[in-house]
């Protein structure tokens, strides 16, 4: 009964670890939600408190559960190397997913399927609110998806193409249950979960990742008022659609479910390789 559980090494076998720590980040988090939707005479138990900000948290709390309390590995073991490097590789990782989506947006109101309007009702504190948000949801999901899952299995002696392909699967299958999501949702959710993984293999840690993930995320909600993954964000312009044409805009799930943005992963990679490249000719 135990060889089911552990390898000879003593170690959990990779299956039942990324089953039960995935259900914990899924499970603490909708715990979290649950208990701030709860209400009491009609009124939030916890009005003051936004649940969007707060349900993150419940994801990097059950990473850090199991890795440094479980586990007993530190931070700097996940990927969270607070280097001078690694300051210039959020930097650039945040420039990009601002680009990127920026281009996105662009094309698609050059190309007439979307109309891009100054939202009357955006403010300064709801862009602050929002950036919160999706600051959090991308220290939550680059922690677990990348950190977690691909250290987990270096541990295991697992090879890092492997763990890069089977990091970015579960990534887009958690999104499967969000509003209007495609089979090129899926896909693009894919691909984007591996360029993340790319990205913290040749960096060697988390910051890139996460720096890409939350503004990309940002530029397209709280920006350019685009859906961000089946979910409604209320940005700076409004967006509506002028044809519905659904492969290049994405329609109600937002870009993500568009060929823009798998075009945009491919750039990404292209983009990630040849800096990749300059930057070990210079190390040589």
């Not at 059950?62 to 001078?84: N, Q």
């Amino acid at each position: 009964m135990r060889k089911l559980f552990k390898n000879n090494a003593g170690q959990m076998r990779l299956g039942w670890d990324l089953f039960l720590s995935l259900l914990l980040f899924v499970g603490l988090q909708f715990a979290i939600g649950l208990i701030l939707s709860v209400k009491w005479g009609g009124k939030s138990l916890v009005s003051s408190v936004r649940p969007e900000l707060i349900t993150p948290l419940g994801g990097i709390a059950a990473t850090l559960l199991i890795w440094m309390l479980l586990k007993k590995r530190s931070l700097r073991d996940l990927g969270m190397r607070v280097t001078l490097a690694g300051v210039r590789e959020f930097g650039a990782g945040i420039v990009l997913g601002l680009g990127f989506m920026s281009m996105i947006a662009g094309i698609l109101a050059a190309a007439g399927a979307v109309t891009l309007r100054i939202n009357p009702s955006w403010s300064a504190s709801g862009l602050l609110w929002s950036l919160m948000m999706f600051i959090w949801v991308g220290f939550s999901e680059e922690m677990f998806f990348r950190g977690y899952i691909m250290k987990t299995m270096e541990a295991l002696k697992y090879r890092l193409p492997f763990a890069c392909i089977l990091s970015a699967i579960l990534f887009a299958l958690i999104h499967l249950g969000n509003n209007d999501i495609s089979a090129l949702a899926v896909f693009n959710l894919f691909l984007t979960g591996l360029l993340f993984s790319y990205m913290f293999a040749i960096t060697g840690n988390l910051w890139m990742p996460i720096g890409y993930h939350f503004a990309w995320n940002y530029a397209q909600g709280s920006l350019y008022g685009l859906a961000v993954s089946g979910n409604d964000v209320k940005g700076v312009f409004e967006a509506s659609f002028q044809t519905h044409v659904g492969w290049l805009t994405g329609g109600d799930f937002g870009p993500e479910a568009g060929l823009l943005d798998t075009g945009m992963s491919v750039l990404g990679f292209m983009v990630l390789y040849a800096w990749h490249r300059r930057r070990q000719r210079r190390a040589a």
